[in-house]
């Protein structure tokens, strides 16, 4: 179980970091920072109303967690981007776990869900 586990952890990472490097490669979100210390993006021209406003791991520094989920569901203007959405797509499709994925949720809150997913389908 414990090298499962770990195998399990190492692939989110492995997903998470090939999930970025497409991001900055692609650069869907064109998060822009103003003067005003607001930032709009390719969604949300009004500062201040990006995506990640409002979620319990946002700072001002940005994103304080691995949120896999956050980097495979991009809204519906980045979504704009075949190429990158079908690369997205595949890497989901490749994680045993790729439907448990959520946004606004840590690498631990992810694996508490998959925990709980596990041990409720012990029970049926
Ligand atoms: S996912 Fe959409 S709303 Fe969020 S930063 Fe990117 S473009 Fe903006
Ligand atoms: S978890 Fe997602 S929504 Fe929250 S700050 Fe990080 S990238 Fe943004």
Do not use: W
Request: hydrophobic residues 30%; glycine residues 8%; negative net charge.
């Amino acid at each position: 179980m414990k090298v499962i586990v770990s195998d399990l952890s190492e692939q989110y990472n492995e997903a998470y970091h090939e999930a970025q490097a497409l991001l900055d490669e692609h650069n869907p979100c064109q998060i822009k920072i103003h003067d005003c210390g607001g930032a709009t993006c390719a969604a949300r021209d009004e500062p201040g109303q990006v995506c990640c406003i409002g979620c319990d791991y946002h700072s001002d520094k940005g994103c304080t967690v691995q949120c896999l989920g956050c980097k495979l569901h991009l809204c519906y203007n980045a979504g704009h981007h075949d190429e990158l959405r079908t690369k997205l797509h595949r890497i989901s499709k490749n994680l045993p776990y790729g439907s448990l994925l959520s946004i606004r949720a840590s690498k631990e809150d992810t694996f508490k869900r998959i925990a709980g997913a596990t041990i409720a389908s012990l029970d049926r």
